[in-house]
C-alpha cells in the first residue's frame, strides 16, 4: 500500500517495544461479537493509481462540463473564471496539508491570509468586520438568524420570497426545533420587479420580529433598495441580514452596508471556487463591530510577539464550542478555510479594478442576452433592474423546456418548478445567469435552440 | 534620486524595514537583524493592503461591451477598498506567506482528535477532472449522471464500512453531520409526539458535541468518566430515563481509548426510549476492523477530512456525511441520490412528499461537498477494504509505539488501563515540579521542526497533551520525535529557564492571545498603499 | 524499549541527532541548536539513501501476468541498489528539500543574463493540456495537426518579433540553439567550398559562444572590447579578412549595453565574406522595440526559458530555436513544419531528400521542446505585440532605476557611457579599501532575503555584479533591493569584519568548492538504510 | 497587463529619478534606421486568460491523446503511467522558478536532488558516476562519442545499425564538421534477431576505432550481451558506448555497466516525463570514474560548509563552458534540470522493488501482445529476445497499415518506412511497444483493428 510508510520487519520491531504479541492485542478492548475477522465483505481491495483513475475518468466523463457547453445557469452558483494562479497557491502544501491555525507561531501563513479574507470581505459587504468563513451561503443565513435574535431577544424573522428556496428551508430545518418563528412569503412574477414586494414585507414587521433576511439580487436576478426596509428595521428594533448569492455583483451594486444592513451573509463560490457540484463553497459573514461578541465561526486578529514583531492568531474565541460547549454562538469547527484562500487570492488579481471591470462586464452581457431573448416571441423578461442574472416567463411549462435545451448541448438556465415546485404559478420561469464566461457564439446557440424548442 | 531617502535611516542609527535597529553582534561578528527583516529563505511579508493599490490589477480582461445599464439606479459608486496585485507580485506574495506555515507534507503533525494523514495527490487531481469540478449543482439530472454515480458509490462504501442502512451525504464538515444526526433525532421523537429533550454528553467530549445538542434544541447534561477514563457506565445507566432524549458519545474516545461497554449502553439507551448518537471523528482507529452499525449506534458522523485523507487546507473544507440506524433513515435529510430504471436521480423538493414524506428537509443548499467526495472515493478505492483494515491497525500500532516510547518520562494518565487506540494521551504532570507546562512543550516542539500534538484536551485531563501520529509516519519519523520528545523533557526537567521562552527560530515568538482579545484589531483599518 | 537507546546520548552530554552537542547559550535562555538539527520550519532532510529502503516503494502496479520470460537469459539478477520511499515519505523528502531553495516565486532573482521573470501558471496549466502533454512524436501527422498547428503559430510569432524570414525550432536550450546557428554556416560555407574557419568572439562573450565555436570546428579569435564597454569596432574591421567565417555578437551585450555599431558590423562581415551570429539571450531588453532582422543578423537563437518566460527549473529545460537569414535558411535542420492543401506536415527524413535538400540534418531526435513551445506561445498571446514591447520598455526602466539609484555609492564601469539596457553593471572597486569582494557582497545579500545578482561575469570587468531585475518586479521590490544594497555596502565600508562570514541564516553557511573538486564525491557510496 | 507591475505613475517617477525624459532616451543607442515606430504589425495584441485558454484548448483538442486510445507507439518514447506525486513536485515554485543554483547556500533543494539523481543514475546503468543531465538521448550520445575522442585520441566511430535512426542523424551533423569518422551501418532483417549484427561490428573493430555505440534494448526492441563487445573494444583501445533509450528496462535486464560498457548514455523521458510529443526529455549520461574529468555536463558533489555540516555545489567546473570557453568538454549551460527531478522522484516512488515490478510487468505484457499479435496470418514476429518492444512483418508496407489503425482509433505502432525511409528491406516493419497502461481492451481493440486492415 503506497500510502503505509511500515514495512512487515517495522510492525515486528514496534510490537515488539510495545510488549504486545500481536496486533489484535491491541484491539483488546474491542467487544468479541464486533471483531471482524478479515477485511470487509462486497468491497473491492486496494488498486493501483492507474486503475483508479481510469474508473474516476470514466465517472467524470458521464457529466456535461459547463466550458464545453453554451452555459447560462445560476441560481446561487456562478460559473466563473478563475485564474490559474489561484489553484496553484492553495496547492502549496503549506496551505491545503495545514490545520487550523492552533499554533501561531507556525501558521502565520493561513493566519494573514485570514485577516486579509476578513479585510476584503467587509470592505466588499459594506461592513466593519467579517469571520474567516463559514460552510456556505445557506448555513451562514442561518447562523445570522439565530445570531439576530441572541442580539435582539425576539422570536419572529420574515423572509423574504426573493431569498434562493434552498437557503429557507436550511433554516426551517432548524427552526423548527428551536422555537424561532419563520415567515417565510412566496414569490410573486410581479413585472419589472420579479420576487418579493419589499412594501408588504415592511408592513409586517413588528415589535416581535428580530430580523429581516432579504436577497440582493434576489433569486429571479432583480435588485432592489434596501434602505427604506433598512429604516423600517431599525424603527422596529429589528436587524436587516442581507443575503448576496451572487457576490461579483457587489463590484457593480451599492454594498448592503451602504443600504443599512447589520449582518450581510453571503455565498463567495463565486471568487475562486468552482462550480464543483455545489460543494465545497464559501460562506461569508459580516456584521457591525458592535456585534462582534454574538458572531458565529472563527475570528483572526492582530497581536504581537514576544519581540515585538507584528502576528496574527485566533481570538473571541470564548464565543466558540470548544471553549464555551452548550453556550457557544455555533457549533462551527472546521470551516471552509481553503476556499476561502482561494476567495482571497482572486480578489487579490483583481483588485478593486479587476472586480469593477469584471462585474460591469458581467452586467453588460447579461444585458445584451436579455434584451436578445427578451425580444423573442411567447418570452417575458420579467426583470426591471438586475446584474448578472434575470428571469424568462417562456409562456409554458420551463422545467421540459430546460431539459430539451440539454438535449441540444445548451444549458440554458434553472426552471422554477424545480426550485419551486410548489408554486404552480412559477412553472413558465426559467432563471438565466451570464457571466464573462459565455460567448457571442454561445449566446448565438442559445437562442437557435431556445428558438428550435419553443416552436415545437 | 528619491529611493535611499525612502528607505534611508529615520535618524541617526540604521533602522531596518520594520524598524528595528540594525545590531551587529560584536564578536561573533555575525549579524543578528537584516535590514529587510528578512533571514535568508525566511521571508517578511506585508500585508496586501500596505503593499497594493487600488489601480493595479493581476487579470486582463475583455473590453465591456458599451450598452446602457440596468441597475436601478443602484450603482456603486463609493470606493470599496480592494487593493490588488498584478500576478506577479500575487504569487509571490501567498507563496512567501504559504512559507511561515508548517503542514504534513513538511513532517509529522500529530494533532490529536483531528487525523492530519497523509493527503495523496492523486486525489487533487481525481477533483480537478472537469467532469467533476466543472459542473453546476442545478444542471438537468441527465447532465450529472456520472457525478450521481460518484455520490451512489461513496455512500455505499460509507454504510458498508460502517455496517449502517443509510447515509446522509450532504452535511459540510464534521459538527454540521452531528447536527444532521441530532436533527433526525429531534424528527424521529416529534414523529412519535415524544417530548424528551435531555442529551447526555460525556465530560471528555468535543466541544461540538454539547453546542450540536444545544443548537437544536436540546438540554444538555455531563455524565462523568471513570477512571480507566472511560464512560462511567452505572452513572450513565443511572441516569437514563423517559426524558433523556440521546446520549452522544465518542468512540474511540477523545482519551484514544476504545468504549468496551459502548454495545450495553446502546441497549440500555434503546431500552429506555433514546438514541444513541456516536462522534465518528475518531474513525480511523478502527475503521476496517469495527463496525459502529455492531454496536448498536443509531447516527454517526464521518469526517471525511479526518479518516479518508482530504486536506484539512488550513481549516477546512471538509466534508461530515451521517450513517443512520433504520429508526432514523427515514427522516434524513432531502436531497439524496437513488436509482432509477434508468440512471440515478436526485431526491429533492420536487418528489420529496412522495419519496421522502418523513424528511426533516435541508442541511444544506445543493448536494454536499462533492470536491470531498472525490477525494475521499479517489482515497478509498486506492486502500480498498484490505488496505483500510491495515490503516486502523498501522494508526493503533503507531500511537502505542508512541506511548510504550514515553511513558517513562510523561506522565500517561490511562496507559496502566491498556494499549490506547490511534493516540497517545500524556499530561504535564511530571513538569509540575519545574513549573513547566504542556505549553512550554509544545513551544520546544516547535523549534525542534515538528507541530505539537492537541494541548489541553481533552479537558477531563489537565494538561493534557493528545498525540496523534496517524499511519501515515514511518518508524523512522516516529524515532526522531520521541527522541525529540525525550530530550526536550529530560531537558526541561535539567534546566529548567532555558525552556520558558521557546519558539526561538519561527517566524514568530510567543504571541500576545489576550492582547488580541481585549482590543480585537479584525480587519485593516488602514488605508490603502496607493 | 529499542527507540529511546536509538536516539539516546552516544556519549555523557547530550547529542542531536547530526551529532553535534546541544548546548544551551546561557543568560539569553535561547537553544542554539536543536536535537534534530531542524530549526521550526528550517528543516534538515536526510538523504533518500540514508532513509529509503530497497523493500519500500510508492507506488501500486496491477499484478504480473505469469508468461514465461523472453529476456535472453539477459535477466538482471543482482541488486541494483535503488532504495524507494512510500508515497507519504516521497511527498515530504521533496517539499522539505524545496523549501532550502530559492526562487523567482519567493522574490526578486536579479541574475544579470539570465532574465529571471515571472513565470504564468497559465503557462504551466497550457502545457499540461492531454492535447499536448499527452502525445507522442512518431503518432501519424494525421493524428497530431493541432499540435504542428502550434509550432507553426509559434515560429510565425519569433519571425515577426525579430524580422527574419526563417526559424528552425528544434534546438533544446540557447548553446543548442548557437551550435544550430553555427552549424548552418558551416554548412553554407562548405556549400560555397569556402575553407574559412575563424569566428572572432568578443571578450565579453558568454562561455557558450566560444565553445560552441569549437564545437562545430571553428577556430576562435577574441575582439577586445572598448572603454564604453562596447566592441571596438576599429578592431574588429582591421581583422575581417579572407579566413573569417563569422562574428559571434551579443546585442545587447553581457554588460547590459546596447551595440550601436552591429549594423555597420554586420555589412562589414558580410562585405568580407563572412556571417553573422547573433547571441539572442538578451532579447528581452529589446522584443517589440528592435527587430534583430533589421541589424543584418544572419542567425540568432531565442532562449524562451528567459524571454518567454518558460520556467528555468532550478537548471532547464529551455528551448533555443533560432532565426535564420535568407542566406542561411536553406541549410536549417529537419524536422520543421510546413502547411499542405489540408494541414501542416513536418518535413522529416522520408520527404527531405525533396523538400529541404541543403538541410545540414537533425539537431535532435524528434520535434524540439513542444512543452516549452506551448508555454512560450501562452505568454506571448497573453501579452500581445503591444505587451511585449511594454515588456522590453519596462525591463530596461527597471535596470536603469537600479543603476541610477546605487551609482553613487557601487562602481558602475560603464554608467557615464549613458544608459543601460535590461541590466545594469557595477563592480567591487568601491570595496577594495576594506578587502570586501563582490562574492562576500552577494553572499550578505542571502541574508537580507535577496538571490544575488549574476557575479563575476562579465570577465571583463573585475568583480563584476550583473544586476538584471526584468521588468516583473514592482517598484516597491526595486526600492527593497536598493535599500539593502545600499545599507550592506554602507555597513561593510563602516565595519568589513562583521561581513566575512555571511550567508548566516541561510540553510548552510558558506560551502568548500575546494574540497569538492580536490576529492569528488559525485554519487551516493554508502549502503542503504535497509 | 497582468504580468507588468509597475503602473504608469511607477514609471514617471522612475524616469525621474533617473533622468530621463522619456522612456525614449534609454534606447538611445538603437540606430535610427532600427527604431520601431509602434508594436510590430501583424500580431495580435494582449489578450485575457479566458482567450488564450480557449484558443489553445482548441488545438489541443485537434490532436488524438495517447490516454483516450489503444496506444501502442514506442521508438525513443514510451507511454508510461506518471503519479500525480511527481507533478506536484516539480510544480512546487522553488523547484520549478529557481535557477542553476550558482549559489549554493540557498539551492541546497535542487543540489541534494540532482546528487541524488546522480546516484540513482549510476546505480540504474551499473556505471560508477552520472552528470546532471543533458538535454536528451540523442545529444548525449553524440556528446559520448566526442568524449569518447578526447579520451582514446581516435578518430573512428562506429554505430551499430540498432541505433535509433534519428539519434545517428544528430551524431553525423556534427561529425561532418569535426573531423570524426563516422561508420554506420544499416539495419537487417534478421529472423530472431533484427537489427544489428555483433559480430560483424566486432570485426570492424581496428587501432582507429576510439568507440563503438550500440543501443539495447535496439530500435527493433531486440536485447542482446555486450560483454563480447564490450571485450572486443577494450582489446582494441577503443570504448563502448551504450544507448538506452527504454529505461525502465534496466528493472529487467542486464545493465550495460554489467556488460562492460564505459559510456551509457540514455533517455529518461520514460521516468517522470511523459510524452509531450517529443520534449523537453532527458539526457542521461554515466560513466566511469576514471573519466569524469572529460565528461560533458554539470556535476553536483558533497562537501561541508563553514560549520562542518554537509553539503552540495556544483564541481569540476573546469570542464565547462563558463570556465574552459572554447576548451570546454562542451558548449552545453541550461541542461534538464526539472526533468532529472521528475526523474528521481518517479523512482524514489518506485524504488527497487516497484521498479522490478514494472518492469517485470511491462515485459510480461508484451509478451502477452507479441504472442497473441504473432499468430495472426500474414504476421512474423521478428524477434526473440525483447523487453517492452518488438518488430514485426507485416508481409506489406507498414506505413499506410498505421495510417489506417489510427483512422480507426488505435496508435499502433511506428512504420520503418517512417523511421528508416531510405531501406526499402524493411518498410513492411512495424514496431509495436507495450508498456503497463495498457489494457486487455486495448490489446483486443489492437488485434481487431489491425486483422480488418489487413483484411484489406
Ligand atoms: C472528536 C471531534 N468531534 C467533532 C469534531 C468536529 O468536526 P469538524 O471540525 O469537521 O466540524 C472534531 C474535529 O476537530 C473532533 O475532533
Ligand atoms: C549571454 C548568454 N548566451 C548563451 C547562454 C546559453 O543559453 P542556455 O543556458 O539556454 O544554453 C546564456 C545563458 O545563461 C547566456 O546568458
New binding site residues.
Given amino acids: 500500500m503506497r500510502y503505509l510508510p511500515l514495512s512487515t520487519a517495522d510492525r515486528t520491531a514496534m510490537l515488539a517495544t510495545i510488549g504486545a504479541a500481536s496486533i489484535d492485542d491491541l484491539f483488546s478492548d474491542v467487544p468479541a461479537e464486533a471483531v471482524l475477522p478479515g477485511p470487509i465483505a462486497g468491497l473491492p481491495n486496494h488498486a493501483s493509481e492507474m486503475a483508479v483513475e481510469r474508473a474516476l475518468v470514466k465517472m467524470a466523463g458521464k457529466n456535461a462540463t459547463a466550458s464545453t457547453s453554451p452555459f447560462f445557469v445560476g441560481c446561487g452558483a456562478y460559473k466563473h473564471h478563475v485564474p490559474a494562479t489561484v489553484d496553484m497557491v492553495i496547492q502549496r502544501g503549506e496551505f491545503l496539508t495545514a490545520y487550523t491555525p492552533y499554533q501561531p507561531e507556525i501558521a502565520q501563513g493561513t493566519l494573514q491570509v485570514l485577516f486579509e479574507f476578513q479585510s476584503q470581505v467587509a470592505r466588499l459587504t459594506g461592513m466593519e468586520v467579517a469571520n474567516a468563513s463559514m460552510y456556505d451561503g445557506s448555513t451562514a443565513m442561518t447562523e445570522a438568524v439565530f445570531m439576530a435574535r441572541r442580539i435582539t431577544r425576539k422570536p419572529k424573522c420574515l423572509v423574504s420570497a426573493g431569498v434562493h428556496p434552498h437557503y429557507t428551508s436550511v433554516l426551517k430545518t432548524l427552526t423548527r426545533f428551536t422555537g424561532d418563528v419563520v415567515e417565510a412569503g412566496v414569490p410573486k412574477f410581479t413585472q419589472g420587479a420579479p420576487g418579493d414586494d419589499l412594501s408588504s414585507l415592511i408592513a409586517s414587521i413588528d415589535g416581535d420580529t428580530s430580523c429581516v433576511v432579504v436577497q440582493n439580487p434576489n433569486l429571479f436576478g432583480h435588485i432592489a433598495d434596501l434602505s427604506p426596509l433598512a429604516d423600517a428595521c431599525h424603527a422596529a428594533g429589528a436587524l436587516l441580514i442581507v443575503v448576496v448569492t451572487e457576490i461579483v455583483s457587489l463590484g457593480a451594486i451599492k454594498s448592503p452596508g451602504e443600504m443599512g444592513a447589520d449582518i450581510v451573509v453571503g455565498e463567495g463560490q463565486s471568487l475562486g471556487a468552482g462550480l464543483t457540484f455545489g460543494g465545497p463553497y464559501l460562506g461569508l459573514f459580516a456584521c457591525r463591530d458592535k456585534h462582534v461578541r454574538q458572531m458565529p465561526g472563527r475570528l483572526c486578529g492582530e497581536t504581537v510577539d514576544a519581540s515585538g514583531k507584528r502576528g496574527f492568531v485566533l481570538t473571541l474565541s470564548t464565543r466558540e464550542q470548544h471553549i464555551r460547549r452548550e453556550k457557544a454562538t455555533s457549533n ?3 470551516n471552509s478555510g481553503l476556499i476561502a484562500l482561494a476567495f482571497s487570492v482572486h480578489l487579490t488579481l483583481l483588485g478593486e479594478k479587476g472586480l469593477r471591470h469584471l462585474a460591469a462586464l458581467n452586467h453588460a452581457r447579461a444585458v445584451q442576452l436579455a434584451e436578445r431573448l427578451g425580444r423573442m416571441p411567447g418570452v417575458t423578461l420579467l426583470n426591471g433592474a438586475f446584474f448578472n442574472e434575470f428571469t424568462l416567463d417562456l409562456g409554458r411549462e420551463a422545467r421540459p423546456v430546460v431539459r430539451k435545451l440539454a438535449e441540444k448541448g445548451v444549458l440554458g438556465g434553472v426552471s422554477l418548478g424545480r426550485l419551486w415546485p410548489s408554486e404552480k404559478a412559477l412553472t413558465n420561469g426559467m432563471i438565466v445567469a451570464v457571466t464573462e464566461t459565455a460567448t457571442d457564439e454561445d449566446f448565438d446557440a442559445f437562442e437557435d435552440a431556445l428558438d428550435e424548442v419553443m416552436a415545437k | 534620486m528619491t529611493t535611499p531617502q525612502n528607505n534611508s535611516p529615520q535618524n541617526g542609527s540604521p533602522m531596518n524595514n520594520v524598524g528595528r535597529p540594525t545590531r551587529l553582534v560584536t564578536g561573533t561578528g555575525a549579524v543578528a537583524e537584516t535590514y529587510t527583516g528578512n533571514k535568508a529563505l525566511m521571508l517578511e511579508e506585508a500585508l496586501l493592503f500596505e503593499r497594493g493599490g487600488l489601480d493595479r490589477t493581476g487579470v486582463d480582461l475583455p473590453p465591456v461591451p458599451l450598452v446602457p445599464d440596468r441597475l436601478g439606479g443602484l450603482g456603486r459608486d463609493a470606493a470599496i477598498g480592494l487593493p490588488g496585485f498584478s500576478e506577479p507580485e500575487t504569487v509571490r506574495h501567498y507563496t512567501r506567506l504559504s512559507r511561515q506555515n508548517y503542514a504534513i507534507d513538511l513532517g509529522i503533525f500529530p494533532l490529536g ?2 487525523t492530519m494523514k497523509h493527503n495523496p495527490r492523486l486525489n487533487e487531481k481525481m477533483a480537478r477532472l472537469p467532469g467533476f469540478a466543472d459542473i453546476h449543482p442545478l444542471q438537468p439530472q441527465s447532465t450529472v449522471q456520472g457525478a450521481l454515480e460518484l455520490i451512489d458509490v461513496l455512500a455505499d462504501w460509507l454504510m458498508k464500512l460502517t455496517g449502517m442502512p443509510a447515509v446522509a451525504m450532504s452535511p459540510k ?6 447536527l444532521c444526526g441530532m436533527v433526525a433525532i429531534r424528527a424521529a421523537l416529534d414523529a412519535r409526539g415524544d417530548m424528551r429533550r435531555v442529551v447526555l454528553v460525556p465530560e471528555s ?2 466541544g ?2 454539547p453546542a450540536t445538542a444545544a443548537f437544536c434544541g436540546f438540554v444538555v447534561e455531563n455524565i462523568p468518566a471513570n477512571a480507566r477514563g472511560r464512560v462511567d457506565l452505572d452513572a450513565l445507566l443511572a441516569r437514563l430515563g423517559p426524558d433523556v432524549a440521546a446520549v452522544m458519545i ?1 468512540n474511540p474516545n ?1 482519551c484514544g481509548l476504545f468504549e468496551p461497554d459502548l454495545k450495553t449502553i446502546s441497549d440500555a439507551v434503546h431500552a429506555a426510549g433514546g438514541y444513541v448518537y456516536c ?1 465518528g ?2 474513525f480511523n482507529a478502527i475503521v476496517g476492523r469495527v463496525r459502529p452499525g455492531d454496536l448498536g449506534v443509531d447516527a454517526m ?1 464521518i ?1 471525511l ?2 479518516t479518508f485523507s482530504t486536506p484539512h487546507g488550513g481549516g ?1 473544507p ?1 466534508s ?1 456525511p451521517v450513517v443512520l440506524s433504520a429508526a432514523l433513515a427515514p427522516f434524513a435529510p432531502i436531497p439524496f441520490v437513488r436509482k432509477t430504471a434508468t440512471g440515478r436521480e436526485l431526491v429533492e423538493e420536487d418528489i420529496a412528499a412522495t419519496a421522502a414524506p418523513d424528511s426533516f428537509g435541508r442541511m444544506v443548499a445543493f448536494h454536499g461537498q462533492m470536491g470531498m467526495f472525490v477525494r475521499a472515493l479517489s482515497y478509498m478505492m486506492s486502500h480498498g477494504a484490505d488496505g483500510l483494515r491495515q490503516v486502523a491497525e498501522d494508526a493503533v500500532l503507531n500511537a502505542n509505539y508512541i506511548l510504550a516510547s514515553l511513558k517513562d518520562i510523561y506522565t500517561a494518565p490511562f496507559a496502566s488501563t491498556g494499549p490506547c487506540m490511534h493516540e497517545a494521551l500524556f499530561s504535564d504532570d511530571f513538569l509540575s515540579g519545574v513549573g513547566l507546562t504542556t505549553l512550554d512543550l509544545a513551544k520546544a516542539l516547535i523549534d525542534e521542526g515538528f507541530h505539537p500534538m492537541t494541548v489541553y484536551f481533552p479537558l477531563v485531563v489537565h494538561g493534557a497533551m493528545l498525540v496523534e501520529p496517524t499511519e501515515t509516519e514511518s518508524k523512522a519519523n516516529l524515532d526522531q520525535l520521541i527522541g525529540a520528545m525525550r530530550h526536550v523533557a529530560t531537558q526541561m526537567l535539567a534546566d529548567p529557564d532555558a525552556w520558558r521562552s521557546a519558539p526561538h527560530f519561527a517566524p514568530r515568538r510567543r504571541l500576545d492571545e489576550t492582547q488580541a482579545a481585549r482590543k480585537p484589531v479584525l480587519s485593516w483599518k488602514g488605508s490603502e498603499a496607493a
Fill in positions: 462551527i469547527c472546521t | 482528535s483531528c464538515a464534521g459538527a454540521h453531520g452531528e467530549a468535543h461540538t458535541n465518542t477523545t462522534d471523528a475518531n458522523h469526517n477530512h479526518k477546512g471538509g461530515g
